[in-house]
Every structure is written in C-alpha cells, then in structure tokens.
T-cell receptor
C-alpha cells in the first residue's frame, strides 16, 4: 500500500523569505503523480503543483517549485518570496496510474508572519 | 472553473440521527469522492464512485453509505450518527484516470455529533 509522510506538522516563515515543506512516500509503482494541495483557513482546497513521476524535470508554478527525488521517494515543496496569503495547510498527495485512490499526507500547517 | 459544492458548511446532529451530506459538481466529472479530514491524519477516503450507481469502498467505509443516482450528485449518508463521526467531510471530483488525476474539492462540511 502506498503511504505519504509529512514530518513537519507546523512551520512558520517570515514574509518574503523561502520555506521548504517535506514529503516522502512509499510505493512499489513506477508510474504515478505527486501533488501539493493548499487549504487556506476556512477555504476550499486547491491544487498548487503536480509532478509526473516519469518526468525528471522538477515542476514549477510561479513562486512554487518542487524537488522530486524519485529514487529517494522524496517530493518537497519550495515556496519562494512567501506571502501572507500562503498561510494554509499544505497536503502532499500521491496517486498511481492504476487506480483512483489518492493518498494524502497528514498535512503541514504553514504560517507566514509579517 | 470547476465548481464542487456541498450542501452545508456546518452541521450539528444528535447521536443516532440519520445524516445526509450532499455534493454537486458542475463539470461532468465521472469520478466523485468522499473524504474525512481529521487533525494529524490528513484526508482519508470513505467512498468513491466512478459512474452513476457505482461505488467503491475506501479506507474507512464503516458507518457510512453513499448514493449516486445522477452523475453530478454524490451523497454521503451516516445511517446512525455517532460522536466519533464528528469531523470535516470533503467531497471531490475528477475526470477519468486516463485523462487527469487532479481532484477538485468542495468547501467541506464540518459535522458535529453531540
């Protein structure tokens, strides 16, 4: 069974600085997707960034980028130039090509301080 | 934009009541999901459906049932609510796995069972 581990329950960062959220996963599959989702306080969960396992190049979306290490089964999220609006719960998620069952980590609560 | 709506943001029910949580999506997605979100546990899949009248158990189906009579609507039913079902419930939808794996989430229903 696939599992996703986020070892940092809470983190904080000063506005305009950079922060990295960690995620590791365990799978025997070779073809899969990884995601970072953001859940702002009292608001809907939205997709931040996704990575296909067969792509070696790390995904980037504006201030958000990932460090995908397939052999190490590691998928960290880097947020550059942190903004107050980045304050949220962040969930790392995994899904293999073979099924619809998305696996989520426990989440990291990020607070951006002014 | 994909829109996933849930019938209530907050709900308070008594032990033993039958509870219906409704979810509607407007993007003609085949797949729909019900998750439960608890602190420190992330999102856990209760049930999912890949077509009308089809359903599959997730990790924690005990005490829950689902109904999907129309493609756009997926209902979660707590036959006899118990206090350990107090939680945040999230609905999500997605295209078929061959097309995309991204899931789109509703705003959530915070259910309290007293």
């Amino acid at each position: 069974a696939q599992t996703v581990t986020q070892s940092q329950p809470e983190m904080s960062v000063q506005e305009a600085e950079t922060v990295t959220l960690s995620c590791t996963y365990d799978t025997s599959e070779n073809n899969y997707y990884l995601f970072w989702y953001k859940q702002p306080p009292s608001r809907q969960m939205i997709l931040v960034i996704r990575q296909e396992a067969y792509k070696q190049q790390n995904a980037t979306e504006n201030r958000f980028s990932v460090n995908f290490q397939k052999a190490a089964k590691s998928f960290s999220l880097k947020i550059s130039d942190s903004q107050l609006g980045d304050t949220a719960m962040y969930f790392c998620a995994f899904i293999s090509y073979n099924n619809n069952d998305m696996r989520f980590g426990a989440g990291t609560r990020l607070t951006v301080k002014p | 934009d994909v829109k996933v709506t849930q019938s209530s943001r907050y709900l308070v029910k008594r032990t033993g009541e039958k509870v219906f949580l409704e979810c509607v999506q407007d993007m003609d997605h085949e797949n729909m999901f019900w998750y439960r979100q608890d602190p420190g546990l992330g999102l856990r899949l209760i049930y999912f459906s890949y077509d009308v009248k089809m359903k599959e158990k997730g990790d924690i189906p005990e005490g829950y049932s689902v109904s999907r009579e129309k493609k756009e609507r997926f209902s979660l039913i707590l036959e006899s609510a118990s206090t350990n079902q107090t939680s945040m419930y999230l609905c999500a939808s997605s295209l078929p796995s061959e097309s995309s794996y991204e899931q789109y989430f509703g705003p959530g229903t915070r259910l309290t069972v007293t």
